[in-house]
């Protein structure tokens, strides 16, 4: 039996990191970071905004856990993301996966996933 994306992301702590660094990294990253410095003011969103990702990636991944937020063209909508800022974003994660110490492999596997889901981020 092969172990799941959720076990090869380090599990639910593994994610919360990963997700923990890519915010990190986007709040670094002058080419999106003014999607999200607002949030520094707001920690109680940040920390919802948090959660919901580390539930949507865990539950997508194979994880024992419900995702309960919004669908990604709800929570984009009126966000008007461009195609760079979406490239821009997975750069962020990746950076993140590769501090986290995340194989070729599993990267390939996250990188699908976050390819399959640009028609529903891109120009919301």
Do not use: C
């Amino acid at each position: 039996m092969s172990t799941s994306l959720f076990e090869r992301l380090g599990g639910a702590k593994g994610i919360s990191m990963i997700v923990d660094d890519t915010v990190e990294n986007h709040m670094n990253n002058p080419n999106i970071n003014a999607r999200f410095l607002p949030y520094k003011d707001l920690p109680e969103q940040m920390d919802l905004v948090k959660k919901h990702t580390v539930d949507f990636f865990s539950a997508g991944s194979g994880g024992p856990v419900v995702y309960s937020g919004r669908d990604m063209v709800t929570t984009h909508k009126g966000m008007n993301i461009s195609h760079a800022e979406y490239m821009h974003t997975i750069d962020d994660i990746f950076m993140a996966l590769d501090k986290n110490a995340i194989d070729e492999d599993t990267k390939k596997d996250v990188l699908y996933i976050l390819w399959s889901l640009k028609t529903m981020i891109i120009a919301q």
